[in-house]
Each structure stands twice: as C-alpha cells, then as structure tokens.
Antibody
Framework: EVQILETGGGLVKPGGSLRLSCATS????????MNWVRQAPGKGLEWVAQ??????????YYAESLEGRVTISRDDSKSSVYLQVSSLRAEDTAIYYC?????????WGQGVMVTVSS | AIVLNQSPSSIVASQGEKVTITCRAS???????LHWYQQKPGAFPKLVIY???YRASGIPSRFSGSGSGTSYSFTISRVEAEDVATYYC?????????FGSGTKLEIK
C-alpha cells in the first residue's frame, strides 16, 4: 500500500523559514518523480515544486511565484522528499501536500499546515 | 505557463442529474496530459480521471472525461450525494504544472 506522510508544518513568523519532510513507503521511490502542491485556506490547488529521479539527474522545477525561496530535495535511501521554504510571507499560509507523479499526481499525502503569522 | 480556465465555478445539482465541467487550456495540450481530481470537504485531492478519459483505480463508471487540444470536459452521468466535492482539472504537459480554479459541486 502506498503511504505518504508529511511533517514539519507549524506556525512561522514572516521572514522565517521552514523545512517540510515527506516520508513514503509502499512503492519503489527511486522510480518516481515527486512534487509539492499547496492549497491556501479556501482556495484552489497550486503546484509548488517537482524533483525528478536519478535517471533524470534529480532535475528540479519550481512555480514562478516561489522560485528563489524554495528548494526541493530528496533522499532515495530514506524514500523521502523535502521542501525548504525561506522568506515566508502571509500568502504562503497553506496546506502543503506531497504527491507522487511525473505529470499527474496519483497519490497524495494528508498534507501539513503551514501558518505564517506574527 | 499553460492557463486552465475551468467552468462553471459552482454547480448545484439534484441526485440523478448529469453534470458537466469544462476545462479550456490557453494552448493545445496532448490528451495524455489532462487530468481531473476530486477533493471532498476536509480531505486531500484524489485522482479521478487521467489522460483525459481513463478512470483511476476504484472510480465508478458514472465518472467520465473527454476532449482534445484546448477543450476538455468532465462528466458525472448521474450525480450521487457522495459526489459533493470540488473538482479540478490539471495539465501535466509542461512545467509549471497547473490546475484549473476548481468547480464546487453541491446537491440540492
């Protein structure tokens, strides 16, 4: 059974930074691209970042709205993916979902809440 | 970036009614790369239709999708109470990956 679990959310002050973690199991992590997708309260879905697998040299891609403030990384030995977000703003307040997939997201975690507030 | 214009933004339907949601892309995309998700209240999104017309595992046959080029649609042939959710289209053709703005389905 595929399992995806995000951790690391919480309350952060504006200008602060946060590292989200996503632990996975139940599939061959090395074979898959992984993504982060976020959803602000009461709003729609926004793709944040993608990291490809070793076959694609772990290439990374980012949403323009966040580029320069986010870094996605992965540890294949731990079947985990991470999202580092810096210079946090109120508009970064959202549920952050970890998802599996190259062009479509076939499995999702439950999400982790990030609140940016003073 | 490919913009997906999804309409309507909300639908109120009776049980047993047919509902259709449209998704128009700002540029042509292969039908292999257009997908639909269902997000029930308080839950994470779930893949319902992938590559325009293929139902994901466990998805009932009342859900279907069609389209090509820049115009795609998602249909529930006979709405049930459990279908109350927000539905999103999404393109995986090129980065940045993008979603439509969502369609909220409510039951009368």
């Amino acid at each position: 059974e595929v399992q995806i679990l995000e951790t690391g959310g919480g309350l952060v002050k504006p200008g602060g930074s946060l590292r989200l973690s996503c632990a996975t199991s139940g599939f061959n992590f090395n074979d898959y691209f992984m993504n982060w997708v976020r959803q602000a309260p009461g709003k729609g879905l926004e793709w944040v970042a993608q990291i490809r697998n070793k076959n694609y040299n772990y290439a990374t891609y980012y949403a323009e709205s966040l580029e320069g403030r986010v870094t996605i990384s992965r540890d294949d030995s731990k079947s985990s993916v991470y999202l580092q977000v810096s210079s946090l703003r109120a508009e970064d307040t959202a549920i952050y979902y970890c998802t599996r997939g190259r062009g479509r997201f076939d499995y999702w975690g439950q999400g982790v809440m990030v609140t940016v507030s003073s | 970036a490919i913009v997906l214009n999804q309409s309507p933004s909300s639908i109120v339907a009776s049980q047993g009614e047919k509902v259709t949601i449209t998704c128009r892309a700002s540029s042509s995309i292969s039908s292999n790369y257009l997908h639909w998700y269902q997000q029930k209240p308080g839950a994470f999104p779930k893949l319902v239709i992938y590559s325009t017309s293929y139902r994901a595992s466990g998805i009932p046959s009342r859900f279907s999708g069609s389209g090509s080029g820049t115009s795609y649609s998602f249909t529930i042939s006979r709405v049930e109470a459990e279908d109350v959710a927000t539905y999103y289209c999404q393109q995986g053709s090129s980065n940045p990956l993008t979603f439509g703005s969502g369609t909220k389905l409510e039951i009368k």
